[in-house]
């Protein structure tokens, strides 16, 4: 049976928002981000070949976390030979775990988005230098003409800004449903 174009685009539209948030998933379940991407793809694959369910699903990211979750015991039983593998058990209760960590990753992200925007320009320029374009502590305090310490003590402060308004924005969008 065809599906109309709006159905692939929207079932398209979710598995790329979710992949930030299954890799996360994925990565505490795995040893390596070479095994999570590899067991990303594959849940990828699957979840396509299951695009007949999608319009009976009620979240996307329960969804998608359970294949993702089949993926890694069948990764698991793949590998099992390997004597370092976790047991089924003891990958139920890491998943379990992971699960609750990443709820709400998409919506902490688009909070930080509105929280970096409210910066000052300074600050925000401060991030992209740090984390953007990765330059160390050491050597972005030298380009500004500040001590390390001095740095460390700004960006934590800009840290502690972001984290209260992220924090203040989940209470506030608690409080309205």
Same mark, same amino acid.
């Given at each position: ?10 079932? !398209?539209? =979710?598995?790329?928002? #979710? ?8 990565? #505490? ?37 359970? !294949? ?9 039983? =793949? ?56 330059? #160390? !502590?050491? =050597? ?17 402060? !800009? ?19």
């Amino acid at each position: 049976m065809d599906k109309p174009a709006d159905f692939t685009e929207r079932f !398209v539209s =979710d598995l790329t928002a #979710s992949q930030p948030r299954l890799f996360a998933y994925l990565l #505490s379940l795995l040893r390596s981000p070479d095994e999570a991407r590899d067991v990303l793809q594959e849940t990828n694959l699957v979840l396509w070949k299951k695009l007949d369910e999608y319009p009976q699903i009620a979240s996307f990211e329960a969804w998608s976390t359970r !294949v993702a979750y089949f993926q890694v015991l069948a990764f698991r039983r =793949d590998r099992g030979r390997d004597r370092h593998e976790f047991d089924e058990q003891l990958i139920q209760k890491i998943a379990s775990a992971a699960e609750q960590a990443t709820a709400g990753t998409d919506e902490r992200l688009r909070f930080l988005t509105t929280c970096i925007e409210k910066l000052s320009a300074a600050h925000r320029d401060l991030l992209s230098d740090r984390y953007g374009k990765q330059m #160390s !502590v050491k =050597d972005l305090a030298q380009t500004m003409g500040k001590t390390p310490a001095a740095l460390g003590m700004t960006l934590y402060r !800009v840290r502690r800004l972001l984290m209260d308004c992220i924090e203040s924005k989940r209470l506030s969008k608690g409080t309205l449903e």
